[in-house]
């Protein structure tokens, strides 16, 4: 019996099922999600910039907020849910997808798929941890974290100064699809068209330009923990905002950051409704 035919259909069951109308209501599903957070998350940041913010301005932060509303906890699972969804999503897409490329540029795009899927992950992961009560309370000093360990290992600086190009790396991936408008890609015509598109692709533009100061400021920050062998000087988003704060005109900067990163959860909502993959 040979087994080339069940070799050869494999991957064309995996295709089909990439293309399948499913895994576009899934989508749909994990964007409202992953829109919602973001939402939570520039809401978070502009009351930090009016002096009447105090708690994380993360993902983490995000899933405390949607915990103390109404629903509370509802709401958390369906992230949960959301943002498994678009895991899915993106390991089929990294498996089976971008079948119209080939080579290298195939390579690159499932390299991407897949860090699409640990972001995913890790923004689904922290919802669970608040939603089954095992996140950890209070902010660490980064002494006693992840970043730490590794700066203890052989070659410790150099993986984390690695992890520093590649979180600025990315930081430029979103300052370059805000200048181009690369976003508009995810967007049917129609959600490109008239006064809600031009609003549509506005939010996306002020999104992908908050994201990238953001992820920037992250960057740097691990960059320096590698530089200096001090890990407490690492950090997430949180961080990064704190650090947008402590500028000059720190408070106005931070209200546009804000507002940026609201607008990429507005952004996430326009895909989610005017889906295009």
Same mark, same amino acid.
């Not at 992840?146 to 790396?169: D, E, K, N, S, Y």
């Given at each position: ?55 994380? *301005? ?41 079948? =119209? ?24 992961? =922290? ?32 993986? +984390? ?26 967007? *049917? ?5 008239? *006064? ?31 530089? *200096?062998?001090?890990? =407490? ?32 959860? +507005? ?8 889906? =295009?993959?």
């Amino acid at each position: 019996m040979s087994t080339g035919g069940t070799s050869e259909r494999a991957p064309r069951s995996l295709a089909e099922a990439e293309d399948h109308s499913w895994v576009d209501h899934a989508v749909r599903f994990g964007m409202v999600a992953y829109g919602v957070v973001y939402l939570v998350v520039g809401w978070l940041a502009l009351q930090l910039a009016l002096g009447q913010g105090s708690g994380e *301005t993360s993902a983490g932060g995000a899933m405390t907020e949607l915990s103390q509303q109404p629903f509370g906890q509802v709401a958390l699972w369906l992230v949960v849910l959301g943002m498994l969804m678009l895991v899915a999503w993106r390991v089929l897409e990294a498996v089976a997808g971008h079948r =119209s490329e080939s080579g290298s540029d195939r390579l690159k795009k499932q390299v991407v798929s897949v860090l699409k899927a640990v972001l995913y992950a890790v923004v689904g992961f =922290s919802a669970f941890q608040v939603a089954t009560g095992s996140g950890s309370s209070g902010s660490s000093d980064g002494t006693d974290g992840p970043t730490a360990q590794v700066l203890q290992l052989p070659g410790g600086q150099l993986i +984390v100064g690695l992890v520093a190009l590649g979180i600025l790396g990315y930081a430029v991936v979103q300052a370059k699809q805000a200048v181009t408008e690369d976003f508009r890609e995810h967007l *049917t015509a129609e959600g490109k068209q008239g *006064t809600s598109g031009r609003f549509y692709v506005l939010a996306g533009k002020l999104g992908y330009a908050a994201k990238a100061v953001a992820v920037a400021i992250v960057g740097g920050l691990f960059a320096y923990a590698a530089i *200096t062998h001090d890990a =407490s000087k690492s950090g997430g988003m949180d961080q990064a905002l704190l650090q947008v704060l402590q500028q000059p005109y720190g408070r106005y900067l931070l209200g546009l950051v804000a507002i940026g990163i609201a607008g990429y959860g +507005v952004f996430c909502l326009a895909r989610a409704r005017h889906l =295009s993959r």
